[in-house]
């Protein structure tokens, strides 16, 4: 079984909350045998946009690939003011695209037997 977490900090380096809360979830993870891979979003270019790919240099169309191929999604985020960050919010729209196909039927949901 293999696990994702969008880490949603935005912080690029140095002490955060959200990625030591992010390390002992990966830690307690690897103990019941869950591989475990971190994308921290504030080091991928991650283009603003509602569509799969918006083109050119856009990291998006990678991360998307790589969270269809796990049985579990993490979203980290700190909270700013009652929300989540801007780098989950990014996400957020980013997925936008990817809900509209599933209700419309051109793409099937993830399915717990993957």
């Known amino acids: 079984m293999k696990a994702i977490i969008l880490l949603g900090t935005l912080k690029k380096s140095g002490l955060s909350n959200t ?4 390390e002992l979830f990966t830690e307690r ?6 591989a475990t891979e971190t994308i921290q ?3 991928e270019h991650i283009q603003p946009g509602t569509y799969t790919d918006m083109g050119c240099g ?11 191929a796990v049985q579990i999604s993490i979203f980290a985020t700190p909270i700013w003011w009652g929300n989540h960050s ?3 919010q ?3 729209e980013r ?5 509209d196909e599933i209700l419309q039927g051109k793409r ?3 399915s717990p037997n993957r």
């Open 41 to 43: 979003l504030v080091h």
């Open 95 to 99: 997925l936008d695209h990817l809900h």
């Open 58 to 68: 856009d990291a998006w169309p990678s991360i998307l690939a790589r969270l269809e």
């Open 90 to 92: 990014e996400v957020i």
């Open 108 to 110: 099937i949901p993830w």
């Open 29 to 34: 993870l690897s103990r019941h045998g869950i």
């Open 86 to 88: 801007s780098e989950m």
């Open 19 to 22: 990625v030591t809360l992010a």
